[in-house]
């Protein structure tokens, strides 16, 4: 039997809450967790991510998902963006200290649960989430191993070109247009500064070369959003990585919002046996 927790919630650091879902079977014993980090314009109940979980926990591996605090998600409302205020004012930095924040719950909250292994956990990020969880991987203990999911390499060349940032600069905010809900996506100027200001601790390359556990990198051969080159520097920078190239695998891996299939489709199930495999071996 499969407990779920849905839209459950965190304290957050900075006054707003995490909000997540939980998947573990309540009759197995010590089963090992993955903390789940979303993307950038992304969120927990994304396409088939819950059916992902599902499937995780039905194989004895308990499986975490949550929105960053500051995704433009609500506690009332997980799934898009009714937040655009809140959305604007995200950083690298916040999402570092809300994934603290999961790990720290974890540790302590659910320590004497006897369904959990609370010593065995592996963080796993997809695209701008697999950056989070590489960063905070090489520098938490706590963390046994890492996988990323179309992860990118670095930060600092996602932000606009000199003339841009003077603009945004001037302006307080750019905006993304979202394709999919067509909304002005806004961006605070404070979320370059943030990252000039911890740029050490933001650089990806730095996290992943002094990595000490094992790393699986998997990356869709068609990926239109995330290099394929940026998962060969990944494999490349670390030193106990695994490399696996989904052949017609996509930035989602065939999903898509909204998801109506009760089956992931088969890019994304090549990705969830490769993982499986990497966990349990």
């Not at 930035?251 to 490769?274: A, M, R, S, Y």
Request: charged residues 20%; glycine residues 8%.
């Amino acid at each position: 039997m499969i407990n779920n927790i849905i839209n459950g919630k965190i304290p957050g650091p900075n006054g707003r809450p995490i909000i997540y879902d939980f998947f573990y079977e309540l009759n197995r014993s010590k089963a090992p967790i993955v903390i789940f980090c979303h993307g950038y314009k992304g969120y927990k109940d994304w396409g088939a991510w819950t059916l992902f979980a599902k499937n995780f926990a039905s194989q004895g591996i308990a499986f975490l998902k949550f929105n960053f605090s500051y995704n433009g998600g609500t506690a009332e409302n997980p799934i898009d963006f009714p937040d655009l205020e809140a959305f604007g004012q995200n950083n690298y930095t916040k999402e570092l200290q809300d994934l603290e924040c999961v790990i720290n719950w974890l540790t302590t909250r659910q320590s004497t649960n006897s369904a959990l292994d609370t010593n065995t956990i592996i963080l796993m990020g997809h695209s701008r989430g697999g950056g989070i969880a590489l960063i905070k991987a090489s520098e938490d203990s706590r963390i046994r191993k890492v996988i990323t999911l179309a992860g990118v390499s670095d930060y600092k060349s996602r932000f606009p070109e000199k003339q841009a940032l003077k603009a945004w600069a001037f302006s307080g905010f750019y905006f993304v247009k979202n394709g999919r809900t067509q909304q002005q996506m806004p961006h605070a100027y404070q979320f370059y500064e943030d990252f000039i200001a911890h740029e050490d601790r933001l650089t990806i390359s730095k996290s992943v070369k002094g990595l000490q556990i094992p790393h699986l990198i998997v990356h869709g051969a068609e990926d239109k959003s995330v290099a394929l080159s940026e998962a060969i520097a990944l494999h490349e920078w670390s030193q106990h990585s695994t490399f696996c190239v989904i052949p017609k695998g996509n930035h989602v891996f065939g999903t898509k919002q909204p998801w109506d299939n009760p089956q992931i489709p088969p890019e994304l199930e090549q990705v969830f046996v490769k993982t499986i495999d990497f966990i349990n071996n």
